[in-house]
């Protein structure tokens, strides 16, 4: 800054020196009364004043001699405290520097403060008459304002700084940093200057995530737990979880963001799935009501050798049982106890080999089902050995007695278990001794005493002495000398077990023991057989000298080495290399393996002289998975490039040399002025050359040079600047440098954004925004005393206006607690307490803080984290896995019901068409009596069926206004006769006046004997008052009729009524019942829009409730009449149904009626009749073996498409989606079984009259 910009500090709008000499004129005095002046002549001597500049006190130069500037100045400084940052000194020296420093005119103004706490700017003027002007400016109340402003500010920057949750204020449309506390700039592990453009969304590993909560924060008032992946200035990716919400700062839109730093969370997560998919325990997971396979390790692809095409298929553990009924005993067991430990079975792989497993199942709940946790280990090889064990032991007996070695086995105790009749013999003189139990080393102190053994002659004690000092010894073929002059070769050997084996034989016939031979050889031979990589040695020849096992399982067995290769002319340019260079590494090539099939194989091979002759010595490993992967890996590229191509920004990548490699048609459109010199190999210095000279830029062509120098400096690291093309438009370019020394440029065009663009405010004003704005509650305290020093609008919206933090407790012992913990560690995270809302309640919070010195006081920074929305989400997801639990059982019930009804439908329909035939026919009056009561009883039957139907669509099926009290009636009358005859007091209370259900009559009227039966079942045997009563009644808060089932039995245990309702759930005995009737009560009285409930009081009997919606609909119009059926004589109909008496009973139907009626009993017979004739009319089953409905239908549709719209379908399927989904597609009508003959007349009826 230039002198006269400094002394512009009055009026920088006109001249200096004028405005200077203008404003200390005499005649124009400083109107301030805040303002001191003294006018100083050309020698410096004072010639006027006023009282400001020397405290007020005015002076009277009449009666003194002249005051020149340095006694004016003394004066002048005899009232203020501090001078330009100094205390005033006494003496004559301080007052020379004070007076040079006040009077130098080209210096910035000097602040003084007074006595009584008054601050005063001093400033030195020129005069037109060659004098100056000392001026003093009162500034005391911007003085005050500017230190309170610098305390808020440190207040702010001290909450921001020290907060434990790094923070961010970032512009909402381009990601620009506009604040960023000192725990971000330590995640990102750089240093946050706001003079320098910085942008958050540089840190973002998948860019996309910025736009993605910027999305959430527009739709929601704060984003909560988002979790993002940052990477810092190292390239390490952070995950963290967010918490973002918008604000606005200085008119620009901006996200204010708050991040915790989860990484370490992630980290064992990933650790855990990772070493579940690679343990070498077998492992998987699978749908415990389907057998469906959900997950598996890659221990258990391998074990059961699921292919990657079986992965993606529907993979069943039952098919891999080789006894399925071993599989349905395993599922019994683990249904029932819910958990399987140390099963056995045999098992086979998907190519048919067997093998032995042996694991532990358990079934858990996963994402609200039912699944089976299963490990287990191959014991094929440990069955192998327990059967050798088995024989070897039979063997074992026969062969110890048969040895040419007296034997015996001793127990840990050192007691005989066994010997052969050698060793008895060979012991003879304590062969009495010899029986099982007898100790060691009272066999050797009595052998000793009998002298048995020479060396022990004479020196019994001492000889036994030493070998009970030294315990048992192991030997290998101890030579002892015996007193009669044998020699005995003893061998002691160790046992696993703890006990040993002794052996005895004649020296001249004992061999080493073979437990202690190791052959250098043989040990080779088992590392080599141990090894899991195909090892093996062949010659120049071809013949294999050696391989391991792991050769045999990948090659088989195959006479030459030639014969490994898809190509054999591969084994010469082996063999030819090796002799070239001795070795080979990574020779790739294609050969066969055990399956004949073709796999690509790395060998890597050694040229070694053994017994005199060169062999070779080659690994083999299968890398057909890592050639699969670099297929994959191009045909990435190619997506990658594909991806490129369809960016909305430009994109462009260099190679080391600075040349390029690719650029998609984005940049070339940003470039077009020089998309001609864009091409693949360009050097970036070359082309940016072209455009700065075809004035792409607005760069003077003498300074290109200089420009491009510039950009030489972006190429090799992280750069984000603006560019200005010279057509006005704007453009945001980012380079980014590569691993492999390249760089990447993205452009993107910013000129709307930059036409929207508003300065930023100051830093400090940013800092209080971000305080306000914040949507993380935060709050500064004092820590002995609670004292709240700060807190922002979040926490006085949450815990309310208090003014100290022990206020928020509901138990105030819990902050000396957390108090205690923060003073021993200087920071807390996730203090979980209950505190005090706002509104009066209370509420369980996360606290996290972190402990600060401010101001030369323990001071605490925390942030409150409000728990009630995940603690209540928690308790509705357990809640509403029960209810999915409940449908879930439900639907199965219906589904198994649904089942039962379809295969009562063709039955029925033939007794209910022949006995209405029946009825029609007889001329006898019983006769026809019992064939109405044969057809009553089979309808009612029907209704039956159709409940089931209509359970298992979750619907009634025939719905009117119907009286509850009928209902009633009916049900009572058929369940009372057993309820009495089983002394039973029955009593009925009906509420008069009730108003009417939309129901089923038929459905509740089979709920309320269900109930009725159950109530007189659970009085057999009670020795108490045994009484039913049912009861009705009109609820007047909910306008519903209430039904009540009542009986005084022992009620139901408060363990088992949680479960009542549940399909299959009984406490009967085995036989006594079934477990669906009160979740069949449950269905029907659901699907009528009501409620049931029970309730069993700790001092017996069981009430059911039932609560139905009354009706406020106005019954339908019923069919006064059937349609009237035309003249059907000789009519043709065609019959197709693989039910015989079905067929023959609408057959009969329809004759009676005049119908010419032709029976099918397949799909396949009707076609051949239609290929002979035509037919008015065609019925058809649905479900049938070989061609079924659907299927008949297709081929009328292809051979006989005329004769389509006289068909349609007799079913007693219409529940399945198959069949439903058939009937909407096919727009053919259907009449559902089982068949009445005047439904079955009515629906012809319109058939025909439809077709005529």
């Known amino acids: 800054m230039c002198a006269e910009t400094k002394r512009g500090y009055y009026s920088p709008s006109r001249d200096h020196r004028e405005q200077r000499e203008t404003t200390m004129r005499p005649d124009n005095p400083v109107p301030s009364t805040h303002t001191g002046y003294a006018l100083f002549d050309a020698n410096s001597v004072l010639v006027d004043s006023n009282p400001q500049i020397f405290g007020n006190q005015r002076l009277d130069r009449g009666e003194k001699q002249p005051m020149d500037a340095i006694a004016a100045v003394a004066e002048a400084l005899s009232h203020l405290k501090s001078f330009d940052g100094r205390p005033i000194e006494p003496g004559n020296a301080f007052v020379e520097s004070a007076a040079a420093r006040w009077t130098q005119i080209d210096d910035a103004p000097v602040e003084a403060e007074t006595l009584d706490g008054r601050w005063k700017l001093l400033t030195a003027h020129p005069r037109l008459d060659g004098g100056m002007a000392l001026v003093s400016v009162d500034i005391t109340e911007m003085k005050r304002a500017q230190i309170a402003h610098q305390e808020n500010a440190e207040i702010f920057r001290c909450i921001t700084d020290s907060h434990p949750l790094p923070v961010w204020v970032v512009d909402s449309e381009n990601g620009q940093i506009l604040y960023e506390s000192l725990d971000a700039s330590n995640l990102l592990g750089r240093k946050w200057t706001p003079n320098e453009p910085q942008f958050l969304t540089d840190h973002f590993v998948n860019s996309g995530e910025f736009d993605e909560i910027s999305s959430l924060a527009s739709n929601s008032e704060i984003v909560r737990d988002h979790e993002i992946q940052l990477k810092n200035t190292s390239g390490s990716a952070v995950w963290c979880s967010t918490n973002c919400r918008r604000g606005v700062y200085g008119g620009r839109p ?112 996963f994402q609200g089902r039912q699944v089976v946790l299963a490990g287990i280990a191959d014991v094929t090889k440990q069955k192998k050995r327990d059967g050798e064990v088995a024989a070897a032991r039979e063997m074992l007996a026969d062969a110890v007695e048969s040895l040419s070695e007296g034997f015996a086995l001793y127990d840990e105790d050192h007691r005989l278990v066994m010997c052969n009749s050698l060793y008895r013999e060979l012991n003879h003189p304590v062969r009495d001794l010899l029986e099982p139990g007898v100790e060691w080393n009272e066999l050797l102190r009595e052998s000793a005493r009998r002298g048995v053994y020479r060396n022990a002659i004479g020196r019994e004690d001492e000889w036994l002495d030493e070998r009970l000092q030294s315990r048992i010894e192991f030997h290998s073929h101890f030579e002892v000398p015996l007193a009669d002059g044998k020699w005995h070769s003893v061998s002691i050997h160790p046992t696993d077990l703890g006990g040993f084996v002794v052996t005895r034989a004649d020296i001249s016939e004992r061999k080493k023991a073979e437990a202690f031979e190791r052959d250098a050889t043989t040990l080779l031979q088992k590392v080599l057989d141990a090894c899991p990589s195909p090892i093996r040695m062949t010659t120049f020849e071809g013949e294999t000298l050696y391989r391991n096992p ?94 490129i191509e369809s960016l909305a920004e430009g994109f462009a990548l260099y190679d080391r040399n600075d040349c390029l490699v690719l650029a998609n048609s984005r940049y070339r459109q940003m470039h077009a002025i020089s998309a001609d010199v864009l091409v693949p190999g360009v050097n970036w210095f070359d082309f940016l050359r072209v455009t700065a000279e075809r004035n792409q830029f607005p760069v003077p062509r003498d300074k290109i040079d200089d420009w491009l120098a510039e950009r030489a400096r972006d190429r090799r690291e992280f750069r984000q600047q603006e560019f200005r093309h010279t057509d006005g438009r704007w453009f945001f370019v980012s380079n980014c440098p590569t691993r492999e020394g390249g760089f990447v440029v993205t452009r993107v065009d910013i000129t709307e954004r930059k036409r929207a663009e508003e300065a930023a405010k100051e830093a400090d004003e940013l800092v209080r925004k971000v305080l306000e704005a914040c949507p993380v509650n935060i709050q500064m305290t004092r820590a002995h005393d609670g004292k ?41 995270d996730d203090f979980e307490t209950q505190l005090k809302r706002k509104d009066g309640g209370t ?19 925390s942030h409150a984290y409000d728990l009630t929305d995940r603690i209540q989400m928690q308790q509705e997801l357990e809640r509403q896995r029960e209810t999915l639990h409940q449908n879930e059982k439900m639907s199965a019930l219906g589904g198994l019901l649904a089942g039962v009804a379809h295969e009562l439908n063709n039955p029925l329909s033939v007794v209910l068409g022949l006995s209405s035939l029946l009825k029609e026919t007889a001329t006898d009056a019983k006769v026809v009596e019992r064939a109405d009561k044969i057809s009553k009883a089979a309808e009612r039957c029907a209704r039956i069926v159709k409940t089931f139907l209509a359970m298992a669509r979750q619907q009634p099926t025939r719905t009117s206004n119907v009286a509850i009290d009928d209902i009633i009636s009916e049900a009572v009358e058929v369940a009372s006769y057993s309820i009495r005859s089983s002394d039973i007091g029955l009593s009925v209370h009906l509420e008069p006046g009730l108003p009417p259900i939309w129901a089923d009559p038929d459905q509740l009227g089979q709920v309320l004997i269900n109930l009725l039966v159950n109530a007189e079942q659970a009085l057999h045997g009670w020795e108490g008052r045994r009484t039913i009563t049912v009861s009705t009644r009109l609820d007047a808060i909910t306008g519903n009729i209430v039904v009540s089932v009542a009986d005084t039995g022992p009620g139901i245990p408060k363990e088992i009524l949680p479960r009542i309702f549940e399909p299959f759930f009984t406490t009967k005995e085995i036989g006594a019942g079934t477990g669906i009737g009160l979740s069949f009560c449950h269905r029907i009285v659901q699907s009528h829009g009501g409620t049931i409930e029970v309730e069993s009081p ?88 070989d061609m079924d409905g659907r299927g008949l239908f297709n081929q009328i549709a292809k051979l006989h498409p005329a004769e389509l719209d006289r068909l349609a379908f007799l079913t007693g399927d219409t529940i399945s989606p198959d069949a439903q989904m058939f009937l909407r597609a096919a727009k053919r009508p259907y009449l559902e079984k089982p068949i009445k003959p005047n439904e079955l007349r009515s629906f012809v009826s319109n058939l025909v009259n439809n077709n005529t």
């Not at 100290?804 to 913990?821: G, K, L, N, T």
């Not at 119009?1117 to 065609?1134: Q, R, V, W, Y």
């Not at 009676?1152 to 099918?1160: E, H, S």
Request: hydrophobic letters at 40%; glycine letters at 6%; proline letters at 3%.
């Open 254 to 365: 901006s996200l204010i963001i708050g991040v915790l730093d989860i990484t370490e969370r992630k980290q064992r997560e990933d650790l855990f799935g990772f070493l579940i998919k690679h343990h070498p325990l077998p492992v998987w997971m699978n749908d415990a009501s389907s057998g469906e396979l959900i997950y598996q390790s890659n221990a258990a692809e391998r074990l059961l050798g699921w292919s990657k095409k079986a992965q993606r298929e529907t993979v069943r553990l039952g098919d891999y049982f080789v006894d399925p009924e071993k599989h349905r005993e395993i599922n019994r067991e683990l249904m029932q106890k819910g958990v399987v430990e140390n099963c056995e079975v045999l098992l086979k792989r998907p190519d048919g080999q067997e093998f032995w497993a042996t694991g532990d199942l358990r079934i858990v709940e």
């Open 550 to 643: 792991a050769t045999r399982d990948l090659y088989a067995d195959r006479p030459r080495i030639t014969d490994h290769y898809v190509d054999p002319g591969c084994s010469a340019i082996l063999e030819r290399t090796l002799i070239e260079k001795g070795r080979i590494d990574d020779f790739r090539v294609q050969q066969y393996n055990t399956e004949n099939k073709a796999f690509w194989a790395s060998i890597s091979a050694r040229l070694i002289d053994f017994q005199g002759r060169q062999v070779i010595v080659s690994n083999t490993t299968d890398i057909t998975d890592m050639i699969t992967a670099q297929e994959e890996t191009r045909r990435a590229n190619e997506r990658l490039i594909d991806a």
């Open 788 to 828: 709240l020093l700060y807190r922002s609008p979040a926490t006085v919206d949450l815990l309310g206006d208090v003014t100290s933090a022990v206020d928020y407790y509901v138990d105030p012992s819990e902050r000396i607690r957390y108090v205690e913990r923060l003073l021993a560690t200087g920071l807390v």
């Open 843 to 861: 509420c369980w919070c996360s606290i996290s803080s972190r402990l600060i010195d401010f101001h030369g006081e323990k001071v605490i920074v």
């Open 1098 to 1185: 700790e001092g017996g009997g069981s009430t059911f409730i039932l609560s139905l919606p009354a009706s406020d609909r106005m019954d339908e119009g019923t069919e006064t009449a059937e349609d009237e059926l035309p003249n059907s004589t000789g009519i043709a109909c065609l019959v197709v149904d693989d039910e015989e008496e079905v067929g023959e009973l609408v057959a009969e139907v329809l004759r009676r009626d005049g119908f010419n009626v032709i029976i099918a009993r397949s799909g396949e017979e009707a076609l051949l009749h239609l290929k002979n004739r035509s037919f008015a009319l065609i019925l058809s089953d649905l479900k049938m073996p």
